[in-house]
T-cell receptor
Framework: DQQVKQNSPSLSVQEGRISILNCDYT??????FLWYKKYPAEGPTFLIS?????DKNEDGRFTVFLNKSAKHLSLHIVPSQPGDSAVYFC???????????FGSGTKLNVKP | DTGVSQDPRHKITKRGQNVTFRCDPI?????LYWYRQTLGQGPEFLTY????????KSRLLSDRFSAERPKGSFSTLEIQRTEQGDSAMYLC???????????FGPGTRLLVL
């Protein structure tokens, strides 16, 4: 039961442009969402989160948008930098933070 | 703060053997999680501890898997009678209760031949 889906396995973007990574979920009871970034040979690193009571959260170049009616969230990276090249996972869970369901990841390649 | 560490980083074993992995969380973190990640997939939740208590286990965690966190500090994950399907990256994460951010270790990559 794949409760969190990332339908784009890969994305290629030019340096300086916007990267938009998408994530869909099926369980309307989720109330917390996170994005993680993963480099090869490392564990995932927390990037940004959003609670279901908000529809936007911003941290520097990273902004997460949540559309609860569509059960969709997206991560915007502006401007994209070559160092952003990594695999990005979205995750969803509840506000007790007992466990999170992860998507399958999107590999972002930012070209210089 | 040294972050979450896992040992070993790589393990190759033959089918039917037992393996044990260790995770050392960030020292003040009272929650510890185990995940499994296979190629092309995201991390899948296996189990989590709050201090020394194992509070939730996924149905993915068959009877061959056992996890412990005896003193609420480090944790071990043991797989008995390994199968080829157990080949995966095993990730450990820790967090503070009430905080959403889980800090992941580098993982232990298991290959069962």
């Amino acid at each position: 039961d794949q409760q969190v889906k990332q339908n784009s396995p890969s994305l290629s973007v030019q340096e300086g442009r916007i990267s938009i990574l998408n994530c869909d979920y099926t369980n309307s009871m989720f109330d917390y969402f996170l994005w993680y970034k993963k480099y090869p040979a490392e564990g995932p690193t927390f990037l940004i989160s959003i609670s279901s009571i908000k529809d936007k959260n911003e941290d520097g170049r990273f902004t997460v948008f949540l559309n609860k009616s569509a059960k969709h969230l997206s991560l915007h990276i502006v401007p994209s930098q070559p160092g952003d090249s990594a695999v990005y996972f979205c995750a969803a869970g509840w506000d007790n933070f007992n466990k999170f369901y992860f998507g399958s990841g999107t590999k972002l390649n930012v070209k210089p | 703060d040294t972050g979450v560490s896992q040992d070993p980083r790589h393990k190759i074993t033959k089918r039917g053997q037992n393996v044990t992995f260790r995770c050392d969380p960030i020292s003040e973190h009272n929650r510890l999680y185990w995940y499994r990640q296979t190629l092309g997939q995201g991390p899948e939740f296996l189990t989590y501890f709050q201090n020394e208590a194992q509070l939730e286990k996924s149905r993915l965690l068959s009877d061959r898997f056992s996890a412990e966190r005896p003193k609420g500090s480090f944790s071990t994950l043991e797989i008995q009678r390994t199968e080829q399907g157990d080949s995966a990256m095993y990730l450990c994460a820790s967090s503070l209760r009430g905080k959403e951010t889980q800090y992941f270790g580098p993982g232990t990559r298991l290959l069962v031949l």
